[in-house]
């Protein structure tokens, strides 16, 4: 197990920030469990106090969460849509609380649409006929 997993439930959000942007992240090897604890805990300091962060704060937690997420399908596989489930219900969490903002990607309905339309096992198209 990757050191990466020590500690997770003492982080506040900039020290999840960091450990997940690390580039050790890409290469890291963690069962589903510590990957699900993982994103677990990034989620709710997330969830915390979002209205206080900036637009320089939400890139980086944008790209430290999309970080996480690629590394632990990479380490586990997709374990039947886990991780795109568990970004998909952040970004819609965080709308409740704050709002969509199209200048910050984590808070941007259009990825939302896209990713939820992405997993669909119909093509756009036909997606899009059928709505």
């Known amino acids: 197990m990757s050191a990466l997993f020590d500690g997770l439930d003492q982080l506040d959000l900039d020290a999840h920030v ?7 992240v890409a290469r890291a090897e963690g069962t589903v469990h510590h990957w699900i604890a993982a994103a677990q805990l990034f989620a709710a300091r997330v969830q915390k106090d979002p209205a206080r962060l900036t637009v320089e704060r939400w890139q980086a937690v944008g ?42 990607p ?9 990713r939820a339309l992405d997993a669909l096992p119909v093509d756009r198209e036909t997606a899009a006929a059928l709505a």
């Open 63 to 104: 790209t430290a969460w999309s970080a996480l997420l690629a590394a632990a399908e990479r380490a586990t596989g997709a374990q039947h849509g886990e991780w795109l489930l568990r970004d998909l219900w952040l970004r819609s969490s965080l709308f409740k609380t704050v709002g969509a903002r199209t200048d910050v």
């Open 106 to 114: 984590l808070l941007d309905p259009r990825t939302v649409l896209e």
């Open 18 to 24: 960091r450990r997940w942007s690390a580039g050790e």
